[in-house]
């Protein structure tokens, strides 16, 4: 069992950075493909980033150029990198991890969740 925990979420102005971190139990976190997801008010839920066990780097079209993911396999942590920030970026981030070589894109094909960090963007 992974348990995922989400952080560094908050209010930041229109063009502004966060980081977001995501902290994994468990002693096998370099074995893990992870993602992060989002899900805004009253929209589907979607791919933001992943990272595979390889430290390949995967985006989705809006994130990517504005956002980084990165992975500290010794801290056991995933993070979110995000710059240039928009109101449209405003939703709850989620991390995700699934025993797999390569990450997917749906939200299905990971197997962890965690519970979310609110990002929200102000202009």
């Known amino acids: 069992q992974v348990q995922l925990v989400e952080s560094g979420g908050g209010l930041v102005q229109d063009g502004g950075s966060l980081r977001l971190s995501c902290t994994a139990s468990?002693?096998?976190?370099?074995?893990?493909?992870m993602g992060w997801f989002r899900q805004g008010t009253g929209k589907e839920r979607e791919f933001v980033a992943a990272?595979?066990?390889?430290?390949?780097?995967y985006y989705s079209d809006s994130s990517k150029g504005r956002f980084t993911i990165s992975r500290d396999n010794a801290k056991n942590s995933v993070y979110l990198r995000m710059n240039s920030l928009k109101p449209e970026d405003t939703a709850l981030y989620y991390c995700?991890?699934?025993?797999?070589?390569?990450?997917?894109?749906?939200?299905?094909?990971?197997?962890?969740r965690g519970q979310g960090t609110q990002v929200t963007v102000v202009s």
């Open positions: 990272i595979s066990r390889s430290d390949m780097t």
């Open positions: 995700a991890a699934d025993y797999s070589i390569m990450p997917g894109r749906g939200w299905e094909q990971y197997t962890y």
């Open positions: 468990g002693r096998t976190f370099s074995s893990y493909a």
